[in-house]
């Protein structure tokens, strides 16, 4: 009888040890040990410091017109403070990046509204956007 206890015991603590071995990505509680936590952080400290630098050195209060990229895609900032505003909450995953171009790409366009560079303001639905006339 002690023999068999003493087996199914072993058996037990066999199965549980092959079982922990074989989860090296994860540390026994359901949570990957991945960096992806620790850069999540890291980038959110960067985004929290770029604003502050922005919201200190920033005193620009012009019009700004940004390309969104390398697309087609524009959008009209009140001034060039928002625009480097929009680049801080950016990471290296998602690559959302404004490039400062030439007003007469935003001609027409309503501000924070990204639509095609050069397409002119085209009212939405309640019919309230704001047209930048440059």
């Given at each position: 009888?002690?023999?068999?206890?003493?087996?199914?015991?072993?058996?037990?603590?066999?199965?549980?040890?092959?079982?922990?071995?074989?989860?090296?990505?994860?540390?026994?509680?359901?949570?990957?040990?991945?960096?992806?936590?620790?850069?999540?952080?890291?980038?959110?400290?960067?985004?929290?410091?770029?604003?502050?630098?922005?919201?200190?050195?920033?005193?620009?209060?012009?019009?700004?017109?940004?390309?969104?990229?390398?697309?087609?895609?524009?959008?009209?900032?009140?001034?060039?403070?928002?625009?480097?505003?929009?680049?801080?909450?950016?990471?290296?995953?998602?690559?959302?990046?404004?490039?400062?171009?030439?007003l007469?790409?935003?001609?027409?366009?309503?501000?924070?509204?990204a639509?095609?560079?050069?397409?002119?303001?085209?009212?939405?639905?309640?019919?309230?956007?704001?047209?930048?006339?440059?």
């Open positions: 009888m002690k023999a068999q206890l003493f087996a199914c015991v072993l058996l037990l603590v066999a199965i549980f040890a092959l079982t922990v071995s074989q989860n090296t990505d994860d540390d026994g509680f359901g949570i990957p040990d991945t960096d992806s936590l620790i850069r999540s952080k890291k980038s959110s400290k960067r985004s929290s410091k770029c604003r502050r630098n922005v919201q200190k050195s920033c005193t620009s209060s012009t019009k700004t017109c940004a390309r969104l990229g390398r697309a087609n895609i524009c959008q009209a900032f009140h001034n060039d403070c928002q625009r480097k505003l929009a680049n801080c909450g950016n990471n290296n995953m998602s690559s959302k990046f404004y490039r400062k171009v030439h007469s790409l935003c001609k027409g366009l309503a501000y924070d509204t639509l095609p560079c050069g397409s002119g303001g085209k009212t939405n639905s309640n019919g309230t956007t704001k047209i930048i006339n440059f």
